[in-house]
């Protein structure tokens, strides 16, 4: 199995049925690590407060938090 080593302690995960990626909120940033390389392919910072939800298709990304 693969380690991600996470910049901090996650607030909601999503890995949609696709099996490619696994999407992470940490904090107000979304990461996006690549399942078999275990590397973050791509971070963004969304939200002011922590991200509470994360729900993803092979199309769209969507990310709940407090702050709207």
């Keep these: 199995p693969k380690k991600f ?11 949609p049925g696709i099996g490619k990626f696994v999407f ?11 399942v078999t390389s275990g590397r973050c392919v791509h971070s963004l910072q969304c939200h002011f407060q922590e991200i509470t ?7 769209f990304t969507v990310t709940a938090s407090p702050d709207g």
């Design 5 to 15: 080593v996470l910049p901090g302690k996650p607030t909601a995960i999503s890995s």
């Design 24 to 34: 992470v909120g940490i904090s107000g940033s979304m990461y996006v690590w690549h």
């Design 53 to 59: 939800r994360i729900t993803a298709n092979e199309h």
